[in-house]
């Protein structure tokens, strides 16, 4: 397998997709008014949960690049469910959220950087 270097444009456009999908999917699952959730397994019955930890390690998009980036995702929520103990759900909310602002703010023209 050849590595691949995405930038620019592109590597913003899947960034954009999985904060989409992690946002869609992840926060419905949010507090105690949260929705259940199936998550189909490769083997066995699905497993029906509320826990956005366990959504956010079920999603497994179809695009290579798509899937490493939901794998930063759910690295993210780990290291968050490792120091703290508790707020995957926030965690991931708050940083697909992070995302879309930030597309929006570059979109709009403003220093990637600054």
Not at 27 to 56: F, L, Q
Request: aromatic share 4%; hydrophobic share 35%; net charge neutral.
């Amino acid at each position: 397998m050849t590595n691949v270097v995405v930038s620019g444009e592109q590597l913003q456009e899947a960034f954009r997709e999985v904060a989409a999908i992690v946002d869609s999917t992840v926060a419905i699952t949010a507090g105690p008014r949260g929705k259940t959730v199936g998550i189909n397994k490769p083997y066995g019955a699905p497993e029906i949960t509320k826990d956005g930890y366990k959504v956010m390690k079920g999603i497994k998009p179809e695009k290579p690049l798509n899937a490493a980036i939901a794998s930063i995702f759910a690295q993210s929520c780990s290291q968050c469910n490792d120091k703290v103990g508790d707020g995957t759900t926030t965690c991931s909310i708050l940083t697909s959220n992070m995302i879309m602002e930030a597309s929006k703010s570059i979109a709009a023209g403003n220093d990637r950087v600054g």
